[in-house]
Structures are given as structure tokens and as C-alpha cells.
């Protein structure tokens, strides 16, 4: 649960960047 939740993290951060 905890690796699905960072890979979350990873999209939001990487949209955010965009």
C-alpha cells in the first residue's frame, strides 16, 4: 500500500513541476 501511495506522490509532484 505504501509503494502505491508514493507512486501517487511521484504523479502529483511530476504534474506539478509541468
Not at 1 to 15: G, K, Y
Request: proline share 0%.
Amino acid at each position: 500500500m505504501l509503494s502505491l501511495n508514493i507512486s501517487m506522490l511521484s504523479a502529483l509532484h511530476q504534474q506539478s513541476t509541468l
